[in-house]
Nanobody
Framework: QVQLVESGGGLVQAGGSLRLACAAS????????MGWFRQPPGKEREFVAT???????YYAASVKGRFTISRDNAKSTVYLQMNSLKPDDTAVYYC??????????????????WGQGTQVTVSS
């Protein structure tokens, strides 16, 4: 079982930047696909980005060019660098792990473990 702990959320003005981190434990991190999702107030959880065990990355259209997902296998940590933040990016951000490597990476049911979430608020 994977345990995930997010950090790095907070309040930032529009146009600013934040970096989220997610520390993983409990399974071999280097062979685990990792993802970030977010849940805006009153809305469904949505895909943000994923980094595969191979290093390949995929992004939601709404964040492509502004957000960067990366991983440090030595630290068992995945990061989400968020630049040019907009008020629409306000959400609880969740880290997720897919260690069974099945399903559509943009769907929540493809992931086996979730962090507790970290709040990101972007003011206008």
């Amino acid at each position: 079982q994977v345990q995930l702990v997010e950090s790095g959320g907070g309040l930032v003005q529009a146009g600013g930047s934040l970096r989220l981190a997610c520390a993983a434990s409990g399974r071999t991190f280097s062979t685990t696909n990792m993802g970030w999702f977010r849940q805006p107030p009153g809305k469904e959880r949505e895909f943000v980005a994923t980094i595969r065990w191979s290093g390949l990355t995929y992004y939601a259209a709404s964040v492509k060019g502004r957000f960067t997902i990366s991983r440090d296998n030595a630290k068992s940590t995945v990061y989400l660098q968020m630049n040019s933040l907009k008020p629409d990016d306000t959400a609880v951000y969740y880290c997720a792990a897919d260690y069974r490597r099945r399903g559509d990476f943009s769907q929540t049911n493809a992931y086996d473990a979730w962090g507790q979430g970290t709040q990101v608020t972007v003011s206008s």
